[in-house]
């Protein structure tokens, strides 16, 4: 028999920013809800709206005045890489996070509507778990998330022998670590990283502004040598008993000190204090270095299902930097003073999504 709630039909509202009272509904539900993630929250309407200026369709369902479903939408519509709804813009985690699966179906043909009363060539739902096996699927990208064990020397055991090494190759180098109350040291060393490998950065403006959304949950590490030197630094979200490494950046000096592992040593270690209970290292693409990063930390790898509805176009779009068409733009992105880069940068990341 279906409960009551499964049994009504829900109806399907769009949430405003500047109604607070459902704002705190919206995360009240998120809070609560299994499927739900941090990226979920409310909180990123602000993120894309007023930092990327893209408009965004964030959905709920519900039933008797209880909210029983959300889906947070971006639409970026981009002369280089597409116009396109997606679930969720500038997120790894996405879709619909739902208590019933009339809720659930119901937000989905919600966004389907739009999606094609905006005419955009796709919509993208980023979901873990696989809802329709019927659509195209982005298969390049796996997360990779573990327990956190209840003490520190369980938690190094835990670590593979070679790996465990490297982390103690930091500690005896006397690395510290700190958390910074500004972007400032963070942003310099995420800027400098990305360069090098021929990406875009955001906008420092984008990273202050996580810090204002969402206060204690977005929190920066930095490692530095034991006089000061900044080595490697990681933007942190904290989402029920989970901590979620997301953004990082190291110097080149890092790798020879053993400061990266140091720092995720160091974050998981202070996660461990808090009495959290899992460590999400976040998504990789297959074949990459990050991925084996994560491998040899004792992490295993769990697909995501990027899910395509395709309206305009005969195959999902492969916008990363995978694709060897974008090769001589990653070449060119290297050889650019960093200056430049910085200026440039949120000008083509605005469009990645």
Same mark, same amino acid.
């Given at each position: 028999?279906?409960?009551?709630?499964?049994?009504?039909?829900?109806?399907?509202?769009?949430?405003?920013?500047?109604?607070?009272?459902?704002?705190?509904?919206?995360?009240?539900?998120?809070?609560?809800?299994?499927?739900?993630?941090?990226?979920?929250?409310?909180?990123?309407?602000?993120?894309?709206?007023?930092?990327?200026?893209?408009?965004?369709?964030?959905?709920?369902?519900?039933?008797?005045?209880?909210?029983?479903?959300?889906?947070?939408?971006?639409?970026?519509?981009?002369?280089?890489?597409?116009?396109?709804?997606?679930?969720?813009?500038?997120?790894?985690?996405?879709?619909?996070?739902?208590?019933?699966?009339?809720?659930?179906?119901?937000?989905?043909?919600?966004?389907?509507?739009?999606?094609?009363?905006?005419?955009?060539?796709?919509?993208?739902?980023?979901?873990?778990?696989?809802?329709?096996?019927?659509?195209?699927?982005?298969?390049?990208?796996?997360? #990779? !998330?573990? *327990?956190? =064990? +209840?003490?520190?020397?369980?938690?190094?055991? %835990?670590?593979?022998?070679?790996?465990?090494?490297?982390?103690?190759?930091?500690?005896?180098?006397?690395?510290?670590?700190?958390?910074?109350?500004?972007?400032?040291?963070?942003?310099?060393?995420?800027?400098?990283?990305?360069?090098?490998?021929?990406?875009?950065?955001?906008?420092?403006?984008?990273?202050?502004?996580?810090?204002?959304?969402?206060?204690?949950?977005?929190?920066?590490?930095?490692?530095?040598?034991?006089?000061?030197?900044?080595?490697?630094?990681?933007?942190?979200?904290? #989402? !029920?008993? *989970?901590? =979620? +490494?997301?953004?990082?950046?190291?110097?080149? %000096?890092?790798?020879?000190?053993?400061?990266?592992?140091?720092?995720?040593?160091?974050?998981?270690?202070?996660?461990?204090?808090?009495?959290?209970?899992?460590?999400?290292?976040?998504?990789?693409?297959?074949?990459?270095?990050?991925?084996?990063?994560?491998?040899?930390?004792?992490?295993?790898?769990?697909?995501?299902?990027?899910?395509?509805?395709?309206?305009?176009?005969?195959?999902?779009?492969?916008?990363?930097?995978?694709?060897?068409?974008?090769?001589?733009?990653?070449?060119?992105?290297? !050889?650019?003073?960093?200056?430049?880069?910085?200026?440039?940068?949120?000008?083509?990341?605005?469009?990645?999504?």
């Amino acid at each position: 028999m279906p409960t009551q709630l499964e049994a009504v039909l829900p109806t399907i509202h769009r949430l405003q920013t500047v109604d607070t009272a459902n704002v705190a509904r919206w995360d009240a539900f998120v809070m609560a809800c299994p499927d739900a993630t941090f990226f979920h929250r409310a909180g990123w309407q602000n993120i894309i709206a007023n930092v990327f200026r893209h408009d965004t369709y964030f959905l709920y369902a519900e039933v008797d005045g209880a909210i029983v479903g959300v889906l947070p939408l971006g639409h970026v519509n981009s002369w280089l890489f597409g116009n396109a709804l997606t679930g969720l813009p500038f997120a790894v985690y996405g879709g619909v996070a739902a208590s019933t699966q009339h809720a659930a179906d119901a937000l989905e043909r919600e966004a389907q509507r739009i999606a094609r009363e905006l005419g955009v060539a796709h919509l993208e739902l980023r979901n873990i778990e696989a809802r329709h096996t019927e659509w195209p699927m982005q298969d390049i990208y796996v997360t #990779f !998330r573990k *327990e956190i =064990l +209840p003490t520190d020397e369980a938690n190094m055991q %835990a670590i593979p022998r070679k790996q465990r090494a490297m982390v103690r190759k930091g500690i005896k180098n006397a690395l510290v670590s700190q958390i910074d109350p500004t972007v400032d040291r963070f942003f310099a060393l995420f800027a400098d990283n990305v360069h090098r490998h021929g990406t875009p950065a955001m906008p420092k403006k984008y990273f202050q502004a996580l810090q204002k959304e969402f206060g204690q949950d977005c929190e920066i590490l930095t490692v530095t040598t034991h006089d000061g030197k900044p080595l490697s630094s990681v933007l942190s979200f904290y #989402f !029920r008993d *989970e901590v =979620l +490494p997301y953004y990082a950046g190291d110097d080149e %000096a890092a790798r020879d000190l053993a400061a990266n592992d140091f720092k995720y040593w160091e974050l998981m270690r202070r996660a461990c204090s808090r009495g959290l209970k899992v460590f999400d290292y976040g998504r990789s693409k297959l074949g990459t270095g990050p991925y084996a990063f994560k491998k040899n930390w004792g992490f295993e790898p769990k697909p995501l299902h990027y899910e395509f509805c395709l309206y305009k176009r005969d195959s999902i779009p492969q916008n990363n930097p995978n694709n060897a068409k974008y090769k001589l733009m990653i070449n060119i992105w290297r !050889r650019m003073p960093l200056t430049l880069a910085n200026w440039l940068g949120p000008f083509v990341v605005r469009n990645l999504g």
